[in-house]
């Protein structure tokens, strides 16, 4: 897909960059960044865990990262006057930049408190001796990348609230952000994403996503593919797991709360959250670069519509987490079909549903509603 | 092992089964269940979910559950006066008992409202006409079971002040549960757990735990085992991944925060929450049932050590799963490895760690400190 991106980047006082996204062009974004901060270092790594087959990021310098500050200090507002925040703009558009804290994007270095650990790419398994090696539970560098998305400069504004003109920006700038991270050296997965609300650990309330480049394919997104692999091992080279599920759920009519000429919304059969909805292309596509100019706005349109229907279930915005699933960079990338998949915890007005033992400790999930129910209750708030 | 369990079994009102383990021998447990409940007739169901490979308990009925209620309307104190409780007697020491509002443990009957769905055992795979067939995305009946293992009679107390006397009746029960529950019919996994305080969703004070037999082998221990069987696959035929991890932890010595004659306790190198510990027998057993009765004693101990650490860690009780991994009941029995993890979500004094969108939609976890310094936090306060 190829939408115009009105785009200025810039660079902040510690080397972050910064980039502008605007609704039109021809608006200059030379503001500069008047702090004088150290240089950006951040120190991150990954961790591989021999049971679960899977990797950990450690991040040690987010413990302190701004929580929760008071709207006059918040750092996604534009600057304004003496009030200096991380976008040097006195207002903006759409903005994505580099976070201070993030979860990705350096290496520890010198850490020889680890004994035999650090090495990157060591091979695994066992020494001589028949003790395991230093790279048993290998650790190596965090690279990657972790930026921020502001969708507006209104800090009371929120994602369901933009116009159809601000979403074609957010979408634009989602296009190009997943472009230039699969070129980013070491980045094997580009993740888009929203927490929206306190009460899921969100820490700024000014509306904004994040995306990660992560140096792995993530734990869930290697599952997928596995069944997606074994799918269309059993069912022809050409079959899609994530077409059949689509094509049983148009047979089913169970669980289907919206159907657009290009998507589908509906409530899984096997939801781990009160409120999930997934959404699908009906097209086989693998990421958000593969959708045409007119599917990402109908695509931008039917994600705001479904946003209002989480706020309309309470009669009140609701916490929820929306997750662009896209192909990986470089493995499994026609295995892949592109969902969006939204989760809210709320069980009830004013409970949370807890993930505790059985889900964190076993991976299993108990669900309080059934799917069928959940699924007419989003069609009833249309 | 084969410790003594001075146990007297009976049932309540509505046909659940409850069992007094006592801590000697003789006491009578005769006082019947004066409340009239309607028979108890839950109803479950699980669901498969064929992009994780994964089934998802539905159990409708619990919605309605018991939610912290005032310690004098606690279900699970002894009966006292008019206060029928869910233990009948007037006094207790360990009891277990079937959960009113059980994940598991019935099955819906004559859903007609779920097309293709209910038929258990169909077979997957598509029909003639190349369209999903019914049993694509299949519902199965919940059969299994959960029970409540309550600790002590006394509402205030926790499961870290019980004496070494009360300690060895709570072992004797979890073993005679995992024992029997392997038994009932369609029980493929036996999870014993504690989930400790209101910030994880524990919905009741009362110090207990909670035993569930789970219809399939959980998604975490499938993992496990795989991973299990391809170390032993690439490292001979008596080679355990457990025992490897458990060596090489003993080898760098970076992580460990105790070891007694016949356990190890370490923070895990990739762990997912902020205090998370994993204590391993050393010897190579698969289960509970399989330690002997000094191991027993040595393990309770070391768990109470281990959980005021946990206390001491922020000077106040803090919420905390205990979670005891024992080998599933058919499969991969020679693989598994018995552990005991323990996690707590609490990284800082008032702030609880928070899984959004990368934990929940890709699992793939950050943590905020080095494993290593967890471990010495862990060691100082012992």
């Not at 939408?3 to 810039?10: D, G, L, S, V, Y």
């Not at 090495?119 to 001589?128: H, I, N, S």
């Not at 069980?347 to 889900?359: D, G, I, Q, T």
Request: hydrophobic content about 35%.
């Amino acid at each position: 897909m190829t939408i115009p991106t009105n785009k200025t980047r810039t660079v902040l006082s510690d080397g972050r960059e910064l980039i502008y996204f605007d609704d039109r062009p021809g608006i200059p974004r030379t503001a500069p960044d008047l702090r004088n901060l150290a240089p950006h270092r951040p120190q991150s790594e990954i961790r591989y865990d021999p049971v679960l087959d899977d990797w950990v990021i450690v991040a040690a310098h987010r413990q302190t990262r701004t929580n929760l500050p008071a709207a006059s200090e918040c750092p996604l507002c534009p600057t304004r006057g003496a009030s200096l925040s991380e976008i040097p703009a006195d207002d903006y558009h759409v903005v994505t930049f580099e976070n201070r804290f993030p979860s990705l994007g350096g290496a520890y270095e010198g850490r020889g408190d680890i004994a035999g650990g650090g090495v990157r790419g060591a091979p695994g398994g066992l020494a001589d001796d028949g003790a395991p090696s230093a790279a048993f539970q290998p650790i190596e560098p965090g690279v990657g990348r972790c930026e921020v998305v502001c969708f507006t400069s209104d800090h009371t504004s929120s994602f369901v609230r933009l116009s159809p003109e601000r979403l074609h920006t957010v979408a634009a700038a989602w296009v190009d952000r997943t472009l230039h991270l699969s070129q980013v050296p070491g980045v094997e997965q580009v993740f888009i994403f929203e927490n929206r609300g306190a009460e899921i650990g969100a820490t700024l309330d000014h509306p904004h996503g994040q995306i990660y480049g992560y140096p792995f394919v993530t734990s869930r997104t290697s599952r997928a593919l596995a069944s997606a692999a074994r799918w269309r091992d059993g069912h022809g080279s050409t079959s899609c797991l994530f077409c059949a599920i689509i094509a049983d759920e148009r047979e089913k009519r169970l669980r289907i709360v919206e159907e657009t000429p290009s998507f589908i919304a509906f409530v899984p059969a096997a939801p781990r959250f009160p409120y999930e909805l997934h959404v699908y292309p009906r097209r086989h596509v693998p990421d958000l670069p593969s959708l045409t100019a007119p599917e990402l706005t109908e695509l931008m349109s039917l994600q705001v519509d479904l946003l209002r229907r989480y706020e309309r279930l309470f009669d009140k915005p609701i916490p929820y987490m929306a997750c662009w699933h896209q192909a990986p960079v470089r493995v499994g990338r026609d295995l892949s079909h592109l969902s969006l998949q939204l989760m809210s915890p709320q069980r009830a007005p004013n409970v949370l549903k807890f993930f505790a033992s059985s889900e964190s400790g076993m991976h299993a999930y108990t669900m309080d509603v059934l799917p069928e129910t959940i699924a007419a209750r989003f069609r009833d708030v249309k």
